[in-house]
């Protein structure tokens, strides 16, 4: 079965810090896509960055970049300069050409505080 | 940027009866649509695949009797839920794949999701 694993149910970073959020996968296809979503309490979904699995460069969004093991299947996401609306619910995802389905892992609540 | 429009946004309805959500894509046309529910505190969990013109394909555990979906336009699909139950309270959302690029990691647009309550 094709999983996505986010190991930490709740985080917490003070304002400007650094926090950086965990994921990892499983999947047996070499051609597939990673995301980041946020999810707010207004309960839209947000991407906040994807990964193409046949890159090696880690993508980056302003203050938002990742770190893509691809032999680990680890996706972590970073967060820098953390400000107070980057409190959300943080999903890790993944599409492969065969599903053609994004699966989500079960998500990491991110609480910014003064 | 894709808008999705996701209607209602919120409804109570009784036990028994039938109520239908529907999702829009508003400048953009969609020959896939993707409807999840999301538990309170969970994640979404995908319930099918809907795509213009043909039967929507169910994920495993998801009854096709009970979650009826229509997707009859490039730009329309909708979710009925029939006979609901107090079990089915939950939060919908869809989402929407642009057909232009028409590939698998093309953007996916969500919807703001559905707040259903049966009482």
């Known amino acids: 079965a094709q999983t996505v694993t986010q190991s930490q149910p709740e985080m917490s970073v003070q304002e400007a810090e650094t926090v950086t959020l965990s994921c990892t996968y499983d999947?047996?296809?070499?051609?597939?896509?990673l995301f980041w979503y946020k999810q707010p309490p207004s309960r839209q979904m947000i991407l906040v960055i994807r990964?193409?699995?046949?890159?090696?460069q880690n993508a980056t969004e302003n203050r938002f970049s990742v770190n893509f093991q691809k032999a680990a299947k680890s996706f972590s996401l970073k967060i820098s300069d953390s400000q107070l609306g980057d409190a959300a619910m943080y999903f890790c995802?993944?599409?492969?050409?065969?599903?053609?389905?994004?699966?989500f892992g079960t998500g990491t609540r991110l609480q910014v505080t003064l | 940027g894709a808008v999705v429009s996701q209607h209602p946004s919120r409804v109570i309805c009784k036990s028994g009866t039938s109520v239908k959500i529907e999702c829009r894509s508003l400048?953009?046309?969609?020959?896939?649509m993707f409807w999840y529910r999301q538990f309170p505190k969970q994640s979404l969990m995908l319930m099918a695949t809907?795509?213009?013109?043909?039967?929507?394909?169910?994920e495993q555990g998801v009854e096709k009797d009970k979650f009826l979906i229509n997707h009859a336009s490039l730009t329309l699909s909708t979710l009925t839920v029939t006979s609901a139950h107090p079990e089915d309270s939950s939060f919908y959302i869809c989402?929407?794949?642009?057909?232009?690029?028409?590939?698998?990691?093309?953007?996916?647009?969500f919807g703001n999701g559905t707040r259903l309550t049966v009482t």
């Open positions: 989402s929407a794949r642009d057909l232009a690029p028409s590939s698998y990691n093309s953007p996916l647009h």
């Open positions: 999947t047996s296809e070499s051609d597939y896509y």
């Open positions: 990964q193409e699995a046949y890159k090696q």
């Open positions: 995802a993944y599409i492969t050409g065969t599903a053609s389905k994004l699966t």
């Open positions: 400048d953009f046309q969609a020959t896939t």
């Open positions: 809907s795509n213009e013109g043909s039967k929507a394909t169910y």
